[in-house]
């Protein structure tokens, strides 16, 4: 079936690690995006790529990388100079403007700092 | 800047109730409107969109919702709650023009409680 896959659901990270969250999407979608959402605060924007090799920052990039090597994966790697890394962060993935932007979302993963 | 606003960030109905969930946008034209859904440890699911003409948009679940330019909203709506509506629901805004450099901007959502 069609779909994007993150992996792990559940990540558990110690003080000054960096943990890399993987998404893969088989949809041939050109469009990807990672989001983080907190309690309250609805989904907040860290990256996004619209094209292989090359991602843009989204409003909260600080302490997050990403690359675009292949059309169909996406990963985050959160690096030790997030300092409070622990939330819920969703891969996303859009065929672009011929669907009006409209996004899909993974399953999400659980990150917690201990 | 686009924003979008949801009004209550909890909403409580009782099964066979309407379900009326509050979504305004601010954009100098009109934009693409979603919403989508939560349930609990899960991924957001597209319920309906607004990209055309057709300003009365029905998605799944049998939820439906309006675009009115003249008040700038997009409200959610269903005639009848049943309890697995219970989740989180979030209204989203994209810029109609730009290309493809648009992103989605989304509320800060409702959490919708059924109650029996």
């Known amino acids: 079936d069609g779909g994007i896959t993150q992996s792990p659901k559940y990540l558990f990270r110690k003080e000054g690690q960096n943990v890399t969250l993987s998404c893969e999407q088989n949809?041939?979608?050109?469009?990807m995006y990672w989001y983080r959402q907190d309690p309250g605060q609805g989904l907040r924007l860290i990256y996004y790529?619209?094209?292989?090799?090359?991602?843009q920052k989204g409003d909260i990039a600080e302490g997050y990388s990403v690359s675009r090597e292949k059309k169909e994966s996406f990963p985050l790697t959160v690096t030790s100079a997030q300092k409070n890394p622990t939330a819920f962060y969703l891969c996303?993935?859009?065929?672009?403007?011929?669907?009006?932007?409209?996004?899909?979302f993974g399953e999400g993963s659980w990150l917690t700092v201990v | 800047a686009q924003s979008v606003t949801q009004l209550g960030s909890h909403v409580s109905v009782s099964e066979g109730a309407l379900v009326l969930l509050r979504c305004n946008y601010s954009?100098?034209?009109?934009?693409?409107l979603f919403w989508y859904v939560q349930y609990p440890n899960q991924g957001l699911q597209l319920l309906l969109k607004?990209?055309?003409?057709?300003?009365l948009v029905k998605g799944i679940n049998g939820f439906e919702a309006e675009f009115k330019k003249s008040e700038t909203s997009f409200h959610l709506t269903k005639p009848s709650a049943h309890m697995s509506d219970a989740a989180e629901y979030f209204c989203?805004?994209?810029?109609?023009?730009?290309?493809?450099?648009?992103?989605?901007?989304f509320g800060t959502g409702t959490l919708l409680a059924v109650q029996p």
């Open positions: 996303a993935s859009s065929p672009g403007p011929s669907s009006g932007n409209t996004i899909y």
């Open positions: 949809l041939n979608h050109d469009a």
């Open positions: 790529s619209q094209i292989v090799n090359d991602f």
């Open positions: 954009s100098s034209v009109p934009p693409y």
């Open positions: 607004y990209t055309s003409a057709a300003t």
């Open positions: 989203a805004v994209s810029d109609r023009y730009g290309g493809a450099t648009n992103k989605l901007i």
